[in-house]
Structure formats: structure tokens, C-alpha cells
């Protein structure tokens, strides 16, 4: 979808990210940032007539399964992102493993008046928020599109609960696109994905790797990796605040 944005093939690009949000409901908020550039590429007007082409493709996909009713689909996608699990983390790596020791801690509960869930929202949401900020104060660029979609896709995946270890392939996937672009960023890629498979051992625990199990149960690298991940993310936002149009 962002291929043919930067083509400027944007009805082709809505479209494909519309049958995005139906394969995986985890990059729903690359979906909305999606629609937040293509607002500031092309006009409210045409993103209003591509939002409703994607709202059609979505009722067309779910028809057959119910054609009864137009609001159900929504309602059953809606439902089906209520049901997933309410841990804190499930088995990823990131902020809120490490402040709860990587326990089963209900997002719900609440701590310093709001639930861990909410804290999650208020932390991801300053962090993107700044990043859009700085965004739209400079042209566009598709080194610059990329970056705040990488930045994006960590600091989601670090920040938000009820995140699984699988959540932070969006975020390897622009390391590499933006590491391809340019490559200074190299060292985002490297860390990320070694950082990634981690993660994916940690939930999947096979093949049998010893060295690999005594990071992954050694509760002080853990933490160590969960810093090391911060300290990469805010300085990349410092980074991207600091960029320049050439």
C-alpha cells in the first residue's frame, strides 16, 4: 500500500490497505497512520471517497458470512479485537515486561488512577503525536514517510499492553525499508531484528538453543534488552525531530 502511495496510485493504494486490515488486525494503527498521509498527500475529499471505498471492500469481504446485516461486520471486528488476551504483555519483550518481571498482569488494573492499558495509550500517543508533529512540518519525502512509520510501529509495539512477541514485525519491516532507503540507519535494522527473534523464541521456546534459553530466562538481560530498546527509540525520535529538509 505504501509502495503505490509513493507511486502515487492512491485509489490502488487504498484498496490495498483496506484487504491489510482484514488479514491482520495488529497493524490497525499503521492502517489509520496509512490514512493520515494519504490525507496529507491528496485532500480530505479524496480520502473521504477512499475511506468508503475500503468501508464497502470491508462489508463485501464479511457479506457472505452474514447477509443480513450491514453493521455486523464491524461490530464482529470490533468484538474479535475485545476478545484477544489482557495481559500487560504475552510474551513480549518491552516496557511493561520489565516493570511487572514478565508476570501475567491484568491491562485493566489500574495503577496511579488509570489502568495499565490506559498509561499504554498516554505513553504511546505523546510519543507519536511528536513524531506526526515534526512530520508535517517538513515536505514530503518517502525517507521521511518510512521513518514515522518505523517510529510508529516501535513505540506501539513498546509502549502499548496486551502486545504479543509477534507484534514487532511492522516495526523490522520498516527498519529494513528505511535501512534500504538510506543507509545510515543500518544499526535500527540490526538491533531490531536480532531483538525480534528474541521475542519469538521467547513465546515459541524451540528449537533448543541454550544460549538462547539463558537470556530469555535471566530476568536482568531481559531488562537490560527492554533499556537498550528505549534508549534506541527516543533516540530515533530525537533524531527524526532533529532532521532537516535537504
Same mark, same amino acid.
Request: proline content about 5%; aromatic content about 30%.
Given at each position: 500500500a505504501f509502495y503505490l502511495l509513493f507511486k502515487e496510485k492512491y485509489l490502488l493504494s487504498s484498496v490495498v490497505a483496506g484487504i491489510a486490515i482484514l488479514s491482520k488486525q495488529n497493524i490497525l494503527v499503521i492502517y489509520l497512520l496509512f490514512y493520515f498521509v494519504l490525507l496529507y498527500r491528496v485532500g480530505? /475529499? /479524496?480520502t473521504l471517497l477512499y475511506g468508503l471505498l475500503n468501508i464497502l471492500i470491508f462489508f463485501l469481504s464479511y457479506?457472505? !458470512?452474514n447477509p443480513t446485516s450491514f453493521t455486523w461486520p464491524f461490530s464482529f471486528y470490533i468484538f474479535t479485537l475485545d476478545i484477544t488476551g489482557f495481559l500487560?504483555?504475552?510474551?513480549?519483550?518491552n516496557i511493561w515486561g520489565s516493570l511487572f518481571n514478565f508476570e501475567g498482569v491484568d491491562s485493566r488494573d489500574v495503577g496511579f488512577l488509570i489502568s495499565w492499558a490506559n498509561w499504554g495509550y498516554l505513553l504511546f500517543g505523546i510519543t507519536n503525536l511528536t513524531?506526526?508533529?515534526?512530520?508535517l512540518k517538513r515536505k514530503f519525502s518517502i525517507e521521511n514517510t518510512i521513518y514515522l512509520m !518505523?517510529?510508529?510501529a516501535t513505540s506501539y509495539f513498546y509502549f502499548l499492553t496486551r502486545m504479543h512477541e509477534r507484534y514487532l514485525l511492522p516495526a523490522v519491516v520498516f527498519a529494513c525499508l528505511l535501512f534500504l532507503v538510506n543507509r545510515k540507519y543500518w544499526f535500527n535494522y540490526l538491533f531490531l531484528t536480532i531483538f525480534f527473534f528474541i521475542n519469538l523464541y521467547k513465546g515459541l521456546l524451540q528449537p533448543d538453543i541454550p544460549p538462547i534459553n539463558f537470556i530469555i530466562k535471566n530476568i536482568y538481560i531481559l531488562n537490560i534488552l527492554v533499556l537498550s530498546y528505549g534508549v534506541m527509540l527516543l533516540a530515533n525520535v530525537y533524531n527524526f525531530v532533529k532532521l532537516k529538509d535537504e
Open positions: 480530505i /475529499k /479524496k457479506f457472505p !458470512f500487560v504483555q504475552d510474551d513480549a519483550i513524531s506526526i508533529y515534526f512530520y !518505523f517510529l510508529t
